[in-house]
């Protein structure tokens, strides 16, 4: 494998992965790729049939390949954002124990998430803000998962995250 790490941004929309993302990519001068960002491929090819949660594991295989194609080809780090919850949950198993740092964005104020869902400037389109909420309970509520760091992003501006995110990632990069 590489020495390169991949930097998933997780939590729930409206927790700012999308701007702490773009801020740690600018930071970085690396790779970002919002899983979003993958083309459906039922879009690009209306005639073959294939079920959702196939289509959802296909497109999260590519951008692992993506991933570690950059890493291999000298970048030290490769920023993934707005994975669904159960593809965060197979990272140990696509990157190894090592090949990754999970940053969990979660608020304690359902109030600022709804807020930000509702009034988003970004071009995100996405306005469940229901759904939003049980995400954010759901992470919460569960043990933290393998390399995860956890960061209440209620109480902080983007900046200070990705300036955090920023910091820890090159601590992890000088003790390997």
Not at 26 to 47: A, S, T, V, Y
Not at 101 to 126: Q, V, W
């Amino acid at each position: 494998m590489n020495n390169g790490k991949v930097i998933v941004i997780h939590g729930a929309p409206g927790s700012g992965k999308t701007t702490v993302g773009g801020l740690l990519h600018e930071k970085l001068k690396c790779p970002w790729f919002e899983f979003g960002w993958i083309p459906e491929f039922r879009n690009l090819n209306p005639h073959t049939e294939i079920p959702y949660a196939q289509e959802e594991q296909l497109s999260f295989s590519s951008l692992a390949l993506v991933a570690n194609n950059y890493l291999a080809h000298g970048f030290e780090h490769v920023i993934l954002t707005d994975l669904p919850d159960r593809l965060v949950k197979t990272l140990p198993e696509v990157y190894g124990k090592d090949g990754y740092a999970l940053f969990m964005l979660y608020s304690e104020d359902d109030e600022i998430i709804k807020n930000r869902i509702l009034t988003r400037t970004n071009g995100n389109l996405y306005k469940d803000w229901e759904a939003a909420l049980e995400l954010n309970r759901v992470i919460k509520e569960r043990l933290p998962l393998a390399h995860e760091m956890r960061i209440r992003s209620d109480q902080m501006s983007a900046e200070a995250i990705a300036e955090m995110i920023y910091e820890v990632t090159m601590q992890i990069g000088r003790a390997s």
